[in-house]
């Protein structure tokens, strides 16, 4: 075992330092010149001499190598630099600032989509053919079908424009979370409900659920006993898989509802080219990503027992 976490931590190291480096390299193609846009409508009276200057503090008139070892050696010490358009202010604090709004965003999201996907999964699998289970299936349909910007600004229209129940955005109050959660969760509810259903409906007809059937063990618990507990591993790749690439599910989300996350700062940092803020999150995220692969590496073993004994 020790063995192999070794492996994977490298191969994990390996990965962070090449996304790390393409993340930098595509910055720098990028068109545009962030001193320009530091300085906004006042770059017409400043001197070009300013603007060397500038360069200089920011270290931007280094060779692009240079550029990125000193980067990446003040993140390994955990300095993230400062902001070139928020000028003085460290990325760090910036990422603290945003994190918590994205982790809620998410938790609720996941937790949702837990709560309900799982227990309809589970039913539309034994009562196959059924008015459940055809409910079951549009509906996963429709949540994997539905673009998230769409269904968002469905949910405005409807509950903050029509009813004027919610705010349509913002998170002035508890209640600028719920639209939010409810499209992120929708995604994740379809994916998990046709996973949990098709789980069970293998694991239904093997041979030792109708083992457990003949020495007269109750159906409810020959399901949650054998067929449930066994069909938990495609559950918790999926689940893994969502929460690595948490960034991806935001970016659309916190735009349309104007909300201070990870995801709304990844886009207006990219736009403005603030190279450190860009480069700093896609690392942290990178990490992320490694980071939940070896512990759903290791769920597996508490899942699966065959596993443990390979």
Known sequence: MSTYLTFRILKGFFVVVLISILTFVIMRLMP????????????????QEQIDAIRAKWGLDRPLIEQYFVWAGNLLRGDFGESLIRAGVPVRYMIAEAIPVTLTLNA??????????????????????SPIDYVTN??????????????????IVIFALQLGWLPPFGLRTWQGYVLPVLVMAT?????????????????????????????GMPDRR?????????????VVTVVGFRVA??????????????????????????????YQVVQSLVVVFAVLVVVVNLLTDLVYALVDPRIRMS
């Open 32 to 47: 545009g010149d962030p001193v320009f846009l530091l300085l906004g409508d006042g770059q017409i009276s400043i001197t």
């Open 187 to 215: 995604e994740e509810m379809a994916i998990l409900m046709r996973i949990t259903r098709g789980a069970i409906l293998e694991l239904l007809p093997q041979d030792f659920v109708r083992t457990a059937r003949s020495k």
């Open 222 to 234: 020959v399901l949650w006993r054998h067929v449930v507990s066994n069909a938990l591993l495609p």
């Open 138 to 155: 549009v509906v996963s349909a429709f949540g994997i079908a539905t673009p998230n910007f769409w269904l968002a600004l469905m949910l």
């Open 245 to 274: 690439f948490i960034l991806s599910g935001t970016i659309v989300v916190e735009t349309v509802f104007a909300l201070p996350g990870i995801g709304r700062l990844f886009v207006d940092s990219v736009l403005r080219l603030d």
């Open 108 to 129: 609720f999201a996941l937790a949702l989509a837990l709560v309900v996907a799982l227990p309809m999964g589970i039913a539309a699998a034994v009562r196959r053919n």
